[in-house]
Nanobody, 125 residues
Framework: QVQLVESGGGLVQAGGSLRVSCVVSGGVFSVYTMGWFRQAPGKEREFVAGVNWSDNSTYYVVAVQGRFTISRHNAESTVDLQMNSLKPTDTAVYYC??????????????????WGRGTQVSVSS
């Protein structure tokens, strides 16, 4: 079965940087469009960034554009999210998700089949 495991979360001060990673096992990583979502307490899970399986294209929500960078490493079956200039509003549990053979870069939770359990990112002011 396909498993996704996130790592790299932690506590950082506003303006700092953090990199969260996700390793995928039990599936064919190279055909998965990978996405990062986040969920803050009391809020819905929201799309943050994604990278396509076929052309390596990326997409980011406006809130993180210019600050976050998503990258995939097929040989290692991993996807990373580099987060710079962090803000307290970035505080959330960050989840990685996989969408096999996706067209483009889906941005809704329903369009992703496999999910990790999340890693906490806390940004203090």
């Amino acid at each position: 079965q396909v498993q996704l495991v996130e790592s790299g979360g932690g506590l950082v001060q506003a303006g700092g940087s953090l990199r969260v990673s996700c390793v995928v096992s039990g599936g064919v990583f190279s055909v998965y469009t990978m996405g990062w979502f986040r969920q803050a307490p009391g809020k819905e899970r929201e799309f943050v960034a994604g990278v396509n399986w076929s052309d390596n294209s990326t997409y980011y929500v406006v809130a993180v554009q210019g600050r976050f960078t998503i990258s995939r490493h097929n040989a290692e079956s991993t996807v990373d999210l580099q987060m710079n200039s962090l803000k307290p509003t970035d505080t959330a549990v960050y989840y990685c998700a996989a969408s096999p053979f996706a067209t483009g870069i889906p941005s809704t939770t329903r369009e992703y089949r496999y999910w990790g359990r999340g890693t906490q990112v806390s940004v203090s002011s």
